[in-house]
């Protein structure tokens, strides 16, 4: 499609919503310079979805083979669904024909992207899971950032016994509550028990899954939670912490710059603690940002250097220093720029040795996302071992089709 002027319009599809303004921000401005200046003679036009919104959108786009030209993706199982139908790009020969670019990348960013050898995706953003706390509330009753398990429950425990909602959660979305399961897993097993899961060498009968539900009830029998979180939306959940009603909340990183935006230095983080010591190395982390090319994209060298301008060291250097975000290539940001909770984060993340990736995102929708279900009914009173043991026939059944 073109536009008054002759210039070729390209989509350029992502999600965002109004709680990620300056991330919309971030990118908007590097559109705008890209616009202005390519060689290409072509305009990206962005298209902003809320996120359930968007896989609805996107799924139904490559249905009728209709990718979009540039797009947002998730990773590992996500984009894999998309590779496998033929609906995106490999970028690897242009990566490679311009290792200055490639190699600014962090070593092993790309994996979760690559498939057979090709890479099909070009990360912008990390992400990891943290528990925001409330300073003023933990001063207010001389707490501070536990470091074991037992530290944590006592938190907990002295919140409660005052009269305050320990922790805010929103769990209408089963990917919530998963994502607490899955910390609670690798605090019970550490990557072990994850990387074992993932390769096949275990199922979900094995006994740290049904424990790491277990504690989930623990939390719930000491009224970690508010009332009714399950039914709760995402959104509710965080404000729930924002307004100073929770002195605790688990989100991704992604929200650092909302909930800064509104709290101030008041907001501190610091890691889940692994239910064993030793595990509390052993954190979720996925790609946030990460984009990809339509099979369909008329001017391939086009998306590529945009591609490029959104990984440049002005586009990056801005998403680090308005949005908070971690990026995937070292970034020489500005730190007075930065709120005190991500240059907290960054420190932090200095500390985990191993990584998790949503479970939804590396075995799929079908598996993953009944994991998720299986977290909430767990979370709802369901006896952990029966749900991990559906789990498990579940899973055969799925591999056997």
Known sequence: MKKDGGKEQMVFMATGTSNEQAAIDAVEATIKEFNESNEFNVEIVPEWYETEQYKTKLATLMTQDQAPDVFFTYEASYIKNFVDAGKILPITEELDADPEWKNKFY????????????????????????????????????????????????????????GELPMSMGSQDAWVMGNLMLQLIGGVGGHEVYDDLIAGKIDWTDPRFAEA????????????????YLGISYDEGRDTFTNGTAAMTQQGTW?????????????????????????????????????????????????????????????????????????????????????????????????????????????????GGEFNNVSVAIAGGADPKEKFDWLADYQKQEAEQ
Not at 112 to 133: A, R
Not at 137 to 152: H, I, Q, R, S
Not at 213 to 226: A, P, R, S
């Open 107 to 162: 070593d092993g960013i790309f994996t979760p992207l690559t498939f057979d050898g090709e890479i099909y995706g070009m990360p912008i953003t990390q992400d990891s899971c943290m528990i925001y706390y409330n300073k003023a509330t933990f001063e207010k009753y001389n707490l501070t950032p536990p470091e074991t398990w037992d530290d944590f429950i006592k938190i907990v425990k002295t919140l409660k016994d005052a």
């Open 213 to 228: 539900g277990e504690l989930v009830k623990v939390l719930n029998d000491l009224g970690t939670f508010q009332d009714g």
């Open 255 to 367: 929200e650092t710059a909302n909930i800064s935006g509104i709290m101030g230095d008041n907001v501190g983080v610091f890691l889940m603690p692994g239910y064993n010591k030793e595990y509390t190395d052993t954190q979720i982390s996925v790609l946030g940002k990460s984009y990809a090319i339509g099979n369909h994209c008329k001017n391939k060298e086009a998306a590529v250097a945009f591609l490029k301008a959104l990984s440049s060291e002005t586009s990056m250097k801005r998403y680090v220093e308005t949005v908070g975000a971690i990026p995937t290539m070292p970034v020489d940001a500005d730190e007075s720029k930065l709120s005190q909770a991500a240059l907290d984060i960054m420190e932090l993340l200095g500390n985990v040795k191993y990584t998790m990736c949503a479970i939804d995102r590396v075995l799929g929708p079908n598996v």
